[in-house]
């Protein structure tokens, strides 16, 4: 028994010096039209820490395609007055500062001043208790609230990715932060993984493995590694999606015949079917507020879009133009619907406005698939192929912020965005 | 406006490595590693024959190159779940061996091309996987013999984005007991 605890020990430290090469690196490919010049200026304080922060405060802004930054020139510390007239001239909106303490306690304070330039106020100055091991995770929140108070919407840099990475022989299940950085493997497999998506509460990822030479949906609570079987019935389990209170998974089950729609709660327990058709019903995904079930089913023929009361009733068709419409994604705010469209022979992400069923191409490629929301709404992320390798990339909403993750020798595959860490 | 930001921390991860365990409060994602165990193999005893008097409805005729149950693949056309003619005498064989062996059964696994949705095609695959387990019923399999799964686009036989590849990759396989 203790010789077994070494041995898992010693293979989760494997795993992590192996990911540690196979990091996800993020290139910015795009940017917005009009973006906010930001100065964020060096901390005071502990050096080699303040640098290590504001380094990864600078790269989440810049990521984000909505904000230019422009030196801050010295070290601005919170308690200070910024050099209002200094930072005007050096063509700066706005500015952060801040300071890194050693606290009482032998932990970390980080203080942070954020300032209109123009209007030479102060715009909040938080301040975080934080480990050294927490300095990422430290500056991933001051970005936010950075972010957050900029543009009124919820920062997304504290959040967390799941991908798949396939290299020869070997499917990892992985979760990384935002940026790419700090990933684990969930799962490592010599059979495929699929379809991860996470519970609302981020605990949690349903998946569908094929570990055991057939799709079998499994839950697995990711901070202790515990997982259990959720559908393994006759046949294929696939497409799992959380109901909006991660109490249910909608998923595709086959016991019945062809590919189906069905929920099932999170524990695996009491299995109902939710629509019928005669021929392919798949990819199911609840709409934020839980009243409908957007799916992907060719029951007029070709594959379509099409949306189910969850309450029961009538199924409407959503996707109309085309000929291939999978995979529909719903916004955070519910109000429009990302999905796949095979537009001349190209499978490319695009966007619905639903109630003005307005569509848009996101995408120039040729091989998107899979697209994820971040949960502000603001980007989207998908995966695509770029010189025969399987890439992830992002999409800001309005098509003009792009970014490229990819891994080095590896196919990356599958992403998922988790929700917002509250 | 094109900037390249590395942000890889490789290093600092790799002396995590070396010295400490990662710090419990990033909340790391418990690692846990699957790799497939011993395949159980449930072959029941196997009469000795010479070998050019396998019995063509014995276990060894599975194995066996010159009989059709050592054929395990048939194709489909693109978008098609439609078993072509050519594959009928391969079925039929196949058909009438799990009729003469009830206690074996067997796993059909569809498969499709790359192109499209990974999970549309997954239900394409069980398509085809359905349309092999309703053909080898018809032929003498019982419902109780045969299960119809999908592996979608996840194990392609073939790598390439060619046409030539996708039509390997557009396949029902079938796996007798001992094989899954």
């Known amino acids: ?306 949306r189910t009361a969850r309450s029961g009733g009538n199924t409407e068709r959503v996707t109309f133009e085309g000929s291939y419409n999978v995979t529909p994604r719903l916004s955070p705010d519910g109000k429009s619907m990302a999905y796949i469209t095979r537009n001349g022979g190209r499978f490319q992400l695009a966007l619905m406005d639903l109630a003005s069923k307005q569509t848009q191409i996101l995408t120039d490629s040729a091989k998107d698939e899979s697209p994820s929301f971040a949960p502000n709404g603001r980007m989207i992320l998908y995966a695509t192929e770029i010189g025969g390798r399987g890439v992830l990339a992002a999409v800001s909403s309005d098509g003009r912020v792009k970014q490229k993750l990819s891994v080095q020798a590896a196919d990356v595959r599958e992403p998922a965005w988790g929700p917002l860490v509250r | 406006m094109r900037a390249l930001i590395s942000l890889s921390v490789a290093t600092l991860l790799l002396a995590a490595c070396g010295s400490q365990p990662p710090a419990p409060e990033q909340n790391p994602a418990g690692v846990e590693s699957r790799t497939p165990g011993a395949v159980k193999v449930d072959t029941p005893p196997v009469v000795q024959v010479k070998p050019e008097q396998i019995d063509p409805n014995s276990n060894a005729a599975l194995r066996d190159p010159k009989s059709p149950l050592s054929k395990r693949s048939i194709y489909f056309d693109y978008d098609s779940y439609v078993v072509k003619d050519e594959f009928q005498t391969l079925l039929a064989a196949h058909g009438k061996f799990l009729a003469a062996n009830p206690k074996m059964k067997m796993l059909i696994q569809g498969n499709a091309d790359e192109r499209g949705s990974r999970e549309y095609n997954l239900a394409l695959g069980q398509k085809r996987a359905e349309a092999v387990r309703k053909t080898l019923t018809l032929l003498g399999a019982r419902e109780d013999q045969l299960e119809a799964v999908s592996l979608g686009e996840e194990k392609p036989a073939c790598t390439a984005s060619s046409e030539e590849c996708w039509g390997k990759n557009r396949r029902g396989d079938m796996l007798y007991s001992g094989e899954f």
């Not at chain 1, 990521?63 to 209002?84: I, M, N």
């Open chain 1, 1 to 306: 028994m203790r010789f077994q605890r070494l041995f898992l020990a010693c293979a989760a430290a494997l795993a992590l010096c192996s990911v540690a090469r196979a990091q996800l690196t993020v290139e910015i490919t795009g940017a917005g039209a009009n973006r906010l010049p930001v100065a964020i200026a060096d901390f005071t304080g502990e050096r080699i820490v303040a640098q290590a922060l504001t380094s990864v405060v600078r790269a989440d802004l810049e990521r984000s395609g909505l904000f230019r930054l422009v030196d801050g020139g010295s070290p601005l510390s919170d308690s200070a007055t910024p050099p209002y007239e200094d930072l005007k001239a050096r063509g700066a909106d706005v500015v952060a500062g801040g300071s890194v303490a050693t606290a009482a306690d032998g932990r970390h304070e980080t203080r942070v001043r954020l300032s209109d330039v123009q209007k030479q106020a102060m715009l909040g100055n938080p301040a975080y208790l934080h480990s050294g091991a927490q300095l990422r995770a430290t500056a991933h929140r001051i970005a936010d609230f950075i972010y957050e108070k900029l543009t009124g919407e919820p920062g997304v840099f504290s959040t967390r990715i799941a991908y798949v990475v396939k290299s020869t022989g070997r499917f990892e299940l992985k979760i990384a932060d935002a940026d790419g950085s700090n990933d684990q493997a969930a799962l490592a497999s010599r059979e495929p993984i699929i379809s991860p998506a996470w519970s609302p509460d981020g605990t949690k990822l349903a998946y569908v493995s094929f570990e055991a030479k057939k799709p079998v949906v499994y839950v697995h609570d990711l901070a202790s590694g515990r997982r259990h079987v959720a559908a393994n019935f006759k046949g294929s389990n696939s497409a799992p999606a959380w109901s909006p209170d991660g109490k249910q998974l909608a998923v595709v089950l086959t016991k019945d015949g062809s590919s189906q729609l069905y929920v099932v709660n999170a524990d695996g327990s009491g299995v109902t079917r939710i629509a019928t058709s005669s021929g392919i019903d798949t990819e199911p995904r609840w709409a934020p507020d839980g009243q409908f079930i957007y799916f992907t089913s060719d029951r007029g023929g070709s594959p379509q879009i099409y």
